[in-house]
Every structure is written in C-alpha cells, then in structure tokens.
C-alpha cells in the first residue's frame, strides 16, 4: 500500500510538473511550495486542495463510471436474474420479452454518465445524441441485464437506452437497474419520458 501511494503521488507531480508551464508555473515555484512551513502557505494550499477536488468532481462526472460485462454464454433471462438478490423485478421481464444472446463470451466495456450540466431533465434523445457525442454506442438489453448481474453493489439508477420493447399497453420502455439503501430493483422506463439528470445513463465503448 505504501508503494501504491507513493506511485500516486510521484503521478500527480509529475502531472502538475507537465502542466505548471501552461498556467504560469514553473518547476522552480512547485519545489518552492513543497518545502514551505509559512501559514500563508498553508492556507493557499488548502484553497488548491478544494480548487483540485471540485475539478476532480466535474472530470469524473465527464469521464463516468467503467464497468465490465460479459455478453453471450448459456444463461437465461431468468437465471442472470436469479444470479443476483432483488426486491423487485418487472414481471415483463423475462425470457420471452427479453432474450438472451447465446454462444461464446466476450467482454465489453461499458461507461455510465451523468449529465448534471444540463439545466433540464433530458429526453432519450437528447441522451441518445450524447451517447454519440462521448463515442458510445447504445446498449442492448442484455447488457442491462449482464450488467445488473455483474455488478450488485454499484449504488444509483442506471439507465439503459435500447431499443425499447413495446409493453402490452404498447408504451415503448426500456431496462433501468436501481439500487439505493436496501432497494434493488430491476425495472422498465418510459422511453418517451423525460428522465432526471442525475441518474446514471449508460453506454458501450467500441471495439478497438
């Protein structure tokens, strides 16, 4: 672990070293910095520090959340969702309204964003172009479903945004995985409702 932070930290200076020169910095100022006990000091470094954490904030927000899945296999609807414990599940969903691939796995990558930038509560298609934008591709149920068996624990709603399945009223809906407190629920969206901006849409990297 000591090792593993002290990597971490030869990284961020080496980042700040690359970058000082574009912001007015020199090497010679950050060396200064580091070897200053003044509680002037002090003080800037702590206005940094917050300065530092809120653009982390915001470029974790760009970037999102990576996840891995596997596609394909011999596994039913019902036995991914059997995989994993829920305290509700859509009764749509199954096997005949959603089925599964089969064959040999492959793994994909796949990235969840928030678009908490947006002054509004954003549509499909305005999500639908965002996944263009970032250079996603738009998830297939079965992803939705592989993902809310390989990843239990993760906290939030995810929503996934493929094609939608028409439901006996003949609404267009779409696969959501919400899991908050003790809640973990395995849902279907109105594709044709706005969603909130907060919650997590997903997309899947291309192949390279």
Do not use: C
Request: zero cysteines.
């Amino acid at each position: 672990m000591l090792v593993s932070g002290m990597g971490l930290a030869t990284s961020i200076i080496q980042g700040l070293m690359k970058s000082a020169p574009a912001k007015g910095l020199t090497p010679d100022d950050i060396h200064w910095l580091a070897n200053q006990q003044d509680p002037d000091v002090a003080s800037a470094l702590g206005e940094m520090t917050v300065a530092m954490a809120e653009a982390l904030r915001k470029v974790r927000v760009r970037i999102g959340r990576v996840f891995r899945i596997k596609r394909g296999g011999k596994s039913t609807t019902e036995q991914v969702i059997g995989a994993t414990v829920h305290t509700y599940v859509n009764g749509n969903i199954n096997s005949e309204n959603f089925p599964l691939t089969t064959g040999p796995e492959e793994e994909r990558e796949m990235v969840a964003f928030q678009v908490t930038d947006y002054d509004h509560d954003p549509s499909s298609e305005e999500i639908l172009k965002e996944l263009k934008a970032r250079g996603l591709e738009r998830p297939t149920h079965e992803d939705a479903l592989k993902f809310d068996e390989a990843h239990p624990d993760e906290k939030g709603v995810f929503v996934f945004l493929h094609e939608p399945w028409l439901d006996p009223g003949a609404g267009p809906v779409v696969l959501f995985v919400s899991r908050g407190g003790a809640g973990r629920g395995l849902g279907l969206g109105w594709f044709v409702y706005a969603w909130i901006r907060f919650f997590w849409f997903v997309g899947v990297r291309p192949r390279k």
